[in-house]
């Protein structure tokens, strides 16, 4: 059961509206299942004689009683709004529990608590099987506003109790750091035009792309004009620096033709200009010039940093937890961007589905998870990713979507703990779709029997605890390929199964030999470590400077654009 506060000024439009047809004809039967006074208040839908303008005057009275004391000045967002509506698949409610719902919501957000013979006016109108609206005019019998702080809170923790005695669908209790979900109005106005998402929607993912990608504040809202957004900023009136910013969607206009803005803020809680710049580099780090790096670097770097994250949820440091959390989600963006093949919109999904998961009540230090959102930002401006380094770094990723499941289950964030698993199976999915023909050619390419029993000896000696299950996973074929190519590459495979086993515990992985296989991918070529390392001894580096403008990320320049085609 969902409910959805708001305010405005106009008492009568909104009556209109909801004794009315609806924007397509969806309204039928409109009428007052509950009231302040069910025998004071004129019902439009049943009462042939009543009017909107007289229940408009009924709902107004201690309004316009107030306007006057005020010498003509009536009170600002009089006007309270809340539609509640149960879940899909949800039983059909009764008009009779529908006004007990709407009695025990309006007592619960301080509109008309209960036995309170001087609180506010207010109406439930039901127009449909599975919602109702309550309307209300904030001003009491004796001249005072409502306390309605924190009404919205109220409501969803009032509802929450409603699902479980009426054996509803028991939705996720939120805590406050949700972004806000598209209105009634904007997700009609997409459906005109044609969209799949709104403009809020879209706004909030070029920008969450934008933000993963770029260094510096100037190059985001470089960036996000180069991609048609519209951008306008706020300064502040004595130092002249940003102090806000707003918006608008290419060709997303009001009914003056005027481009509709949406803050940062009010697209999501950490997209306000203050929080931007907690997470993006300090401005002596980003004016040191970027580097051209070797094509397998930002890919490991990143898996690194990945695997580093896992370690940071369960050490008991929440708020570095939640700082690697916020990191990863920026991370995902840049991961499916930079990434080729048909599971790139899986990777796109999961970068959407774990916004949500990306914050939550504790506050996130954002400096403890420098090194993961160091790595992500290379990654947005890197190339392919060589061999299987892409599908080791994907393998990782599933893993800490899994350890970010887990750590808000523990912490009690429903929504999040939701996201996060939404986020995995979309990993999950986008994983098996790579991963499935890279092992089975690594299969098809195993090394002769001799040096597969070479390297079975070295995985008894390395990991004698575990060889048992290594040897009898389907994917230790593959894992023999790797480690030949391992070999070549100039590792010892017994030294290296040694260090990349005690990375992190094996006991849980139903595949352990998949699980060696990506860490082992993700290990640099000691040869060609050596040949860096002499190379920039001589002075021969290869390694040259390159521009530090606000080059286009990957992330920018590749994110669909479903408001122009790009679905």
């Given at each position: 059961?969902?409910?959805?506060?708001?305010?405005?000024?106009?008492?009568?439009?909104?009556?209109?509206?909801?004794?009315?047809?609806g924007?397509?004809?969806?309204?039928?039967?409109?009428?007052?299942?509950?009231?302040?006074?069910m025998?004071?208040?004129?019902?439009?839908?049943r009462?042939?004689?009543?009017?909107?303008?007289?229940?408009?005057?009924?709902?107004?009275?201690?309004?316009?009683?107030?306007?006057?004391?005020?010498?003509?000045?009536?009170?600002?967002?009089?006007?309270?709004?809340?539609?509640?509506?149960?879940?899909?698949?949800?039983?059909?409610?009764t008009?009779?529990?529908?006004?007990?719902?709407?009695?025990?919501?309006?007592?619960?957000?301080?509109?008309?608590?209960?036995?309170?013979?001087?609180?506010?006016?207010?109406?439930?109108?039901?127009?449909?099987?599975?919602?109702?609206?309550?309307?209300?005019t904030?001003?009491?019998?004796?001249?005072?506003?409502?306390?309605?702080?924190?009404?919205?809170?109220?409501?969803?923790?009032?509802?929450?109790?409603?699902?479980?005695?009426?054996?509803?669908?028991?939705?996720?209790?939120?805590?406050l750091?949700?972004?806000?979900?598209?209105?009634?109005?904007?997700?009609?106005?997409?459906?005109?035009?044609?969209?799949?998402?709104?403009a809020?929607?879209?706004?909030?993912?070029?920008?969450?792309?934008v933000?993963?990608?770029?260094?510096?504040?100037?190059?985001?809202?470089?960036?996000?004009?180069?991609?048609?957004?519209?951008?306008?900023?706020?300064?502040?009136?004595?130092?002249?620096?940003?102090?806000?910013?707003?918006?608008?969607?290419?060709?997303?206009?009001?009914?003056?033709?005027?481009?509709?803005?949406?803050?940062?803020?009010?697209?999501?809680?950490d997209?306000?200009?203050?929080?931007?710049?907690?997470?993006?580099?300090?401005?002596?780090?980003?004016?040191?010039?970027?580097y051209?790096?070797?094509?397998?670097?930002?890919?490991?770097?990143?898996?690194?940093?990945?695997?580093?994250?896992?370690?940071?949820?369960?050490?008991?440091?929440?708020?570095?937890?939640?700082?690697?959390?916020?990191?990863?989600?920026?991370?995902?963006?840049?991961?499916?961007?930079?990434?080729?093949?048909?599971?790139?919109?899986?990777?796109?999904?999961?970068?959407?589905?774990?916004?949500?998961?990306?914050?939550?009540?504790?506050?996130?230090?954002?400096?403890?998870?420098?090194?993961?959102?160091?790595?992500?930002?290379?990654?947005?401006?890197?190339?392919d990713?060589?061999?299987?380094?892409?599908?080791?770094?994907?393998?990782?990723?599933?893993?800490?979507?899994?350890?970010?499941?887990k750590w808000?289950?523990?912490?009690g964030?429903?929504?999040?703990?939701?996201?996060?698993?939404?986020?995995l199976?979309?990993?999950?999915?986008?994983?098996?779709?790579?991963?499935?023909?890279?092992?089975?050619?690594?299969?098809?390419?195993?090394p002769?029997?001799?040096?597969?029993?070479?390297?079975?000896?070295?995985?008894?000696?390395?990991?004698?605890?575990?060889?048992?299950?290594?040897?009898?996973?389907?994917?230790?074929?593959?894992?023999?390929?790797?480690?030949?190519?391992a070999?070549?590459?100039?590792?010892?495979?017994?030294?290296?199964?040694?260090?990349?086993?005690?990375?992190?515990?094996?006991?849980?992985?139903?595949?352990?030999?998949?699980?060696?296989?990506?860490?082992?991918?993700?290990?640099?070529?000691?040869?060609?470590?050596?040949?860096?390392?002499?190379?920039?001894?001589?002075?021969t580096?290869?390694?040259?400077?390159?521009?530090?403008?606000?080059?286009?990320?990957?992330?920018?320049?590749?994110?669909?654009?479903?408001?122009?085609?790009?679905?």
């Amino acid at each position: 059961m969902v409910p959805d506060v708001s305010t405005g000024s106009d008492t009568r439009g909104l009556i209109v509206y909801l004794f009315g047809p609806g924007r397509r004809d969806e309204h039928t039967n409109p009428h007052i299942v509950a009231a302040w006074d069910m025998a004071g208040a004129p019902d439009p839908g049943r009462d042939p004689a009543a009017t909107y303008s007289q229940l408009a005057k009924r709902l107004d009275h201690h309004v316009d009683l107030r306007t006057r004391e005020l010498g003509g000045k009536k009170p600002p967002q009089h006007v309270w709004h809340c539609p509640v509506r149960t879940a899909p698949g949800d039983r059909y409610l009764t008009d009779a529990e529908w006004a007990e719902v709407a009695r025990r919501i309006v007592h619960a957000t301080g509109i008309a608590p209960e036995g309170d013979e001087k609180a506010c006016r207010w109406i439930a109108v039901r127009h449909a099987d599975d919602h109702i609206h309550l309307m209300a005019t904030t001003v009491r019998a004796d001249g005072r506003r409502p306390r309605t702080h924190r009404d919205g809170q109220r409501a969803q923790v009032e509802c929450r109790k409603i699902e479980a005695e009426f054996g509803l669908r028991r939705l996720k209790s939120g805590d406050l750091t949700a972004p806000r979900t598209p209105t009634g109005a904007e997700r009609a106005k997409a459906e005109r035009q044609g969209q799949t998402v709104t403009a809020r929607q879209w706004l909030r993912e070029q920008a969450y792309a934008v933000a993963a990608a770029v260094r510096t504040e100037a190059d985001y809202f470089t960036v996000l004009q180069s991609l048609g957004i519209k951008v306008k900023t706020r300064l502040g009136p004595e130092t002249g620096d940003v102090i806000g910013y707003s918006l608008a969607a290419p060709g997303d206009t009001n009914a003056a033709d005027e481009p509709v803005w949406y803050g940062g803020s009010k697209l999501a809680p950490d997209l306000s200009v203050n929080r931007l710049r907690e997470r993006l580099p300090d401005q002596e780090m980003a004016d040191r010039p970027r580097y051209a790096t070797y094509p397998a670097d930002p890919w490991r770097h990143t898996t690194t940093a990945i695997h580093a994250a896992c370690a940071v949820l369960d050490c008991g440091d929440d708020a570095a937890a939640q700082g690697h959390l916020a990191a990863f989600g920026d991370a995902l963006y840049n991961i499916a961007s930079a990434t080729t093949g048909p599971h790139r919109a899986e990777l796109r999904a999961a970068a959407v589905a774990f916004n949500r998961a990306r914050r939550s009540a504790t506050r996130a230090d954002h400096q403890a998870a420098t090194a993961l959102r160091k790595a992500a930002k290379e990654l947005a401006y890197a190339s392919d990713a060589p061999g299987g380094l892409a599908i080791a770094l994907l393998f990782a990723t599933v893993h800490l979507a899994r350890a970010a499941a887990k750590w808000h289950e523990q912490h009690g964030h429903e929504q999040q703990a939701a996201a996060a698993e939404e986020a995995l199976g979309h990993l999950q999915a986008g994983y098996q779709q790579a991963a499935t023909p890279v092992l089975a050619d690594l299969a098809r390419r195993a090394p002769q029997a001799a040096t597969a029993g070479r390297f079975e000896q070295d995985v008894r000696a390395a990991l004698p605890d575990h060889a048992d299950r290594i040897l009898a996973d389907p994917t230790w074929t593959a894992l023999t390929t790797t480690l030949a190519q391992a070999e070549t590459a100039g590792h010892n495979p017994r030294r290296l199964l040694a260090e990349v086993g005690t990375q992190r515990e094996l006991d849980s992985a139903e595949r352990p030999a998949e699980v060696l296989n990506w860490r082992i991918t993700a290990q640099p070529n000691r040869r060609t470590q050596a040949a860096r390392s002499r190379s920039t001894i001589s002075g021969t580096s290869s390694i040259s400077a390159a521009p530090n403008g606000p080059a286009t990320p990957v992330a920018a320049r590749s994110w669909p654009d479903p408001r122009r085609g790009g679905r």
